[in-house]
């Protein structure tokens, strides 16, 4: 399967990119530079530059027979809308978008704790999030709400809920990224869950 990972300098699009590889899929990873994307090249593996603010160099690099899956960070507001817009305007067959839990429409199943972390940590950031989350959910993408981040192994315990199961947030409980890469890819091979949230589990 052609997949194309973006912001794949990131920690989590680290995660996506090399476990994609060994699951046996062609890559393309995009991130402003790929210099940064301590993969060792290969021929099942493009590293492409790409900018979000930039549209058309990450047109030019979604294949439209190609899975999109996002790693997308924010560091200021504007860019997972303008990233979101991006990879929905290049049609390509599918996308799985990294969001964070507790934020739209997972709000609600969250619960108040969560509500107040998020507001916190969030601050300008959070409108963005729900906006973006929301374009590619229209588009019939994937949208997956993870908790806490922390690095580490694949949890062997791991599964992945819709909103109907999913659990309170809990600060303490947290996903490595290994974690949410690996549930990610599975919905890029067979989707359990396409125009909705889905939460990657430790367990």
Known sequence: M??????????TGIALTRRALQRGHTVTAIARD?????????????????DVHDPASISAAIDADSVVLSALGADKAGILLAGARTVVAARSRRIIW??????GKSAEVAGEAAGVIVKLLGGDHLADKVEADNTVLTAGGTV??????????????????GLR??????????VTRDTVAAAMLDEAE??????????????
Do not use: M
């Open 2 to 11: 052609n997949l194309t990972i973006l912001a794949a300098s990131g920690r």
């Open 34 to 50: 790929p210099e940064r994307i301590p993969v060792p090249n290969s021929d099942a593996l493009y590293k492409v530059a790409g």
């Open 98 to 103: 990294l969001g964070a839990y507790g934020t």
């Open 144 to 161: 997956f709400h993870a908790g806490v981040l922390a690095d580490g192994p694949e949890s062997p315990t791991r599964r992945t809920v």
């Open 165 to 174: 199961d999913a659990p309170p947030f809990d600060l303490t409980a947290k």
């Open 190 to 203: 067979e989707p359990h869950f396409p125009g909705t949230v889905a939460l990657p589990l430790a367990g």
